[in-house]
Each structure stands twice: as C-alpha cells, then as structure tokens.
C-alpha cells in the first residue's frame, strides 16, 4: 500500500494534501480503494457547502457496497473532481493523483494537525 509522505491522513482512510492559501485536495487512500474494490460512482453534492471536520461528504459506491466519505478538514467544498464522472475507476487507479475527489478551502488550517502522517497512517493500516 503506498502511503505518501507529502500527505496527512484520517482515520477514516481519506488523504489530504494542502497547497498555498488554505486549499486542500481530498480523496480516499491506497488502502481505502483496495478494500472497496472497482470503484463505479462517486456521490458528492456538497460542493459550495461548509463541512464540518469529521462530517460526511458524500459517498463512494464499489460494484458491492456504498461508503461514506469523511471530511478530514472542516471547510467550503469549492469542486468536485470533474474526471470522477466519467471516470470513477481514476480512484482506484490512481487515488493519490487523478483519483482526487474534492478541492477544499479549509476553514481551519490546523485541523491539519490532528491527521495523521504517513509512518502513523501505515501503522494504523498495519
């Protein structure tokens, strides 16, 4: 499973990665896709909502089962990955890069610091 050290992650199996002025990527991690398998849809309608940090997002749907998606920061959902509709299988394809799902502004930057690195996030996933 790769774990990328330029990223913080959730509990919830969700990656984030913060660029300048407050914006965040958001998607699902290695793991999270592998244990969800093909990847057919994914749900996000929140875009232009302020989410709460540990809230849900919307949802993921694999050929067998639906999952919640967890913020991993509180913030303004500004887009959606336009690539995800016509393309889910980008999330388990390439869940750290193309797979991305959100671009947030984060409400409170050190929300950050509560995630996890990606030495405590590989421990976590065993």
């Known amino acids: 499973m790769s774990t990328p050290n330029n990223l913080k992650y959730s509990s919830d199996h969700e990656w984030v ?26 749900d996000i309608d929140t875009v232009g909502e302020a989410i709460a940090q540990g809230s ?7 050929v067998k089962t639906v999952s919640d998606l967890f913020m991993p ?10 690539e995800l509709d016509g393309a889910p299988e980008s999330v388990n394809k390439d869940p750290y890069g193309n797979g991305w799902m959100i671009k947030v502004k984060m409400g409170n930057p050190a929300d950050v610091e509560k995630l996890l690195d990606a030495d405590a996030y590989a421990k976590l996933i065993g």
Do not use: K
Not at 23 to 29: L, Q
């Open 17 to 42: 990665r913060v660029e300048a002025d407050g914006i965040a990527y958001v998607g699902i991690t290695d793991y999270a896709q592998s244990q969800l398998g093909d990847i057919v849809f994914v």
């Open 56 to 62: 849900v997002f919307g949802a993921v749907e694999a």
């Open 73 to 82: 920061v509180s913030g303004e959902i500004l887009e959606l990955n336009p």
